[in-house]
Nanobody
Framework: QVQLVESGGGLVQAGGSLRLSCAAS????????MGWFRQAPGKEREFVAA????????YYADSVKGRFTISRDNAQNTGYLQMNSLKPEDTAVYYC?????????WGQGTQVTVSS
């Protein structure tokens, strides 16, 4: 069983920055990839970024490439999403996830609102 808790969301002006955190329970966090999705009102959940178990490989959606940075601290069982140059279209609930076999664990989400 894995529990994920996101934090760090909030209201920010366009061009600003936020850093999201995803705290994971359990001792196996460092063995698995994790990442972030987001869901805007009336839209489907979409992929944002992912990172492999060691942090050596990262993947980004084209819409956030160059602005967002995913990272992890396995000693702290925590993943991060640094979001810079935020745009109003980045407004969404952001969810972190991790995968165990065929099962996907999700956090409860954290709201990010970017005002123009």
């Amino acid at each position: 069983q894995v529990q994920l808790v996101e934090s760090g969301g909030g209201l920010v002006q366009a061009g600003g920055s936020l850093r999201l955190s995803c705290a994971a329970s359990g001792r196996t966090f460092s063995s698995y990839a994790m990442g972030w999705f987001r869901q805007a009102p009336g839209k489907e959940r979409e992929f944002v970024a992912a990172i492999n178990w060691s942090g050596g490989n990262t993947y980004y959606a084209d819409s956030v490439k160059g602005r967002f940075t995913i990272s992890r601290d396995n000693a702290q069982n925590t993943g991060y999403l640094q979001m810079n140059s935020l745009k109003p279209e980045d407004t969404a609930v952001y969810y972190c996830y991790t995968v165990r076999g065929t099962y996907v664990y999700w956090g409860q989400g954290t709201q990010v609102t970017v005002s123009s």
